[in-house]
Structures are given as C-alpha cells and as structure tokens.
C-alpha cells in the first residue's frame, strides 16, 4: 500500500470560542440611617394616634379627663363600648351603609358608561362637556350648600336618606370620571378594532372589553366614592334633622352636650365607626393604589 493510498486523518471543527463571562460585581447595600429614622418617625406618627384612640376608649370618663393621654389605662374596661352598642349606634351603621352603597351604586352606573364616551368619543363637543364635566373637582360643596338645600327642599326631600346620597355621589363623579377615563386610556386600540371586526356593538364592547379590563379603576372608584359617602358630614348635617335618617358622623355628637363630652364613649364611637371601611380598605387597597397610579393614563 502507497502513500498516497492512506487514508487522511479527517480535521474536526473547533467550536467557536466563548467570550469571557462577565466579572461579578459584588454588590453591598449600604446602610440609610435617614431612611431607617424616616420610617420610624413615620410609623410613630401613623400609631400612636391609633394607640391613644384605642387606650381612651378603654377607660373610665374620669380617668380620661385627668391621666395623660399616652397612659395606658390601670382599670381597663368595656362598658364604654356596650354604651355607644345600646345608644343607637346600630341604627346609625345600617344608615351609613345604605348610602354609602347607593353612592357607590349611582356614581358607577353614570361614570363608567360615561368615562367609555368620553374616551371613545373623538369630537370637540365630548371633550368639550368632559372638561366641563371635570370643573365640579375645582367646586367645593361650602360653596354650593345653599343652592343645593333649596333644590332639596323643593323636591321634598330634606330629611331623608335621598338628600345625603344624591350630592354625595354629584360631588363624588368628578374624580370618578378622572380615574376611569385615565384607566380606560391605557386599553389598546387593538383590542377594539378586533371586537369591532368581530361584529360587536359598543354595549357589547362596554361590558365584555371596557368593564373586564378596567377592574383597578372601578375598584379604585369604589373605594374612594365609599370613603367619601362613610365620613361625609356636612350634607347629613344641613340636609338632615330627625334621628331617623341619622348617620355615623352625626351620632357622634350623642356624647357631646351642653355641659361636656364624654370622650371614651366617643372614641369608643370612633374605633367601632372605622372597622368597617378599614375592612374594605385592606381588602382592595392594592386595586386602589394601581388605579391612582394609572389616573394619567398614557
């Protein structure tokens, strides 16, 4: 057998080279004393509020007139909470709940149809009638109660439950409509030029595109239009007279009278008035920071 007859070795490729991998950095966190102390002073600012309200409550009316409002108190007791149950206080519960379900209730029915409109609708007259729209933010209710006490007057609802809820929800909208329309904004154009190739009408787009896709917004509106309705006192004050259709912040003053107050019963009131839009608040505050966050919209 030749030389030349020998088979060549065959060559095999070299695979390509790798780069260098990247040095790591070691990072270290270095520490902030001026944040660390911010928080602190912060949450001191947001408890001890609540601690004072809470230890108050728990003691006796003389007690509270003399010991230091830090002190917690030597004889803790209940019978200023079984006071404000016994007074009322059910009664004036189930009277902030309806309205502020009915607030709730109106201002999502007008706004979200009317948040779609103004968002949809690209012509100078709807934008035209939502910025005017949006000057009821800029109005504040002081200015307006006089009118508003002879609209309610003449429509014969002064002292009931209607003359709180409707200017509740008026004064609520506008901030609604700023919240919805900012969400809405954020809804690709996409997403309805598909629907409309598909056929649907614009209810259809409403309810299984607009009202689907913006959850954050409406829960944002919901809690805001509650908190709104929950701590209202100047329209249950000039709109209301009778114990009937009393709420929450008017019964408080069933602990102050002419000759002092009984501040454990009312910061008894206080603490069991605030449980239950707390509640809700814990429940749906990541909805209501994610609304506030997309109000400018894109």
């Known amino acids: 057998m030749s030389h030349d007859t020998l088979p060549r070795p065959v060559k095999t490729a070299r695979p390509p080279a790798r780069p260098p991998a ?17 928080t602190v002073i912060w949450l001191a600012v947001v408890i001890i509020p609540i601690y004072a309200m809470i230890s108050a409550s728990l003691t006796k009316q003389d007690e509270a007139l003399g010991n230091n409002a830090l002190k917690p108190p030597t004889d803790p007791t209940l019978d200023n909470y079984n006071t404000v149950l016994h007074n009322g206080f059910g009664h004036y519960l189930a009277n902030t709940a309806i309205v502020a379900a009915a607030v709730v209730a109106i201002v999502l029915v007008l706004c979200v ?41 003449k429509l014969n609802l002064y002292d009931s ?32 030029e598909a629907m409309a190739l598909d056929g649907a ?15 954050g917004g409406i829960s944002t509106v919901v809690i805001y239009s509650a908190l709104q ?36 019963a009312l910061l008894a ?3 069991l008035s605030g449980i239950p839009i707390f509640a809700v608040y814990l429940v749906a505050r990541r909805a209501l920071v994610g609304g506030l966050m997309g109000v400018g919209g894109k």
């Open 22 to 38: 990247p040095r790591r950095r070691h990072w270290t966190r270095r520490a902030n004393p001026l944040a660390g102390v911010s």
């Open 113 to 153: 149809p009317l948040a779609y409109v103004a968002v949809r609708t690209r012509n100078v007259w709807s934008g035209s009638a939502f910025r005017l729209f949006l000057l009821g933010v800029a109005i504040p209710a002081q200015a307006v109660v006089v009118p508003l006490y002879l609209m309610i007057a």
């Open 161 to 192: 439950l209607l003359a709180i809820i409707l200017p509740t929800a008026a004064f609520a909208m506008p901030v609604s409509m700023l919240i919805l329309t900012g969400t809405l904004r954020d809804i690709s154009e996409e997403l309805y």
């Open 201 to 215: 009408s614009t209810t259809r787009m409403l309810f299984q595109l607009v009202i689907p896709m913006t959850k």
């Open 229 to 264: 309705a929950w701590n209202g006192f100047l329209f249950p004050l000039i709109f209301t007279q009778s114990d009937g259709p009393r709420v929450l912040t008017l019964g408080l003053f069933n602990y102050v009278s002419q000759f002092g107050v009984n501040i454990p």
């Open 269 to 271: 009131s206080v603490v």
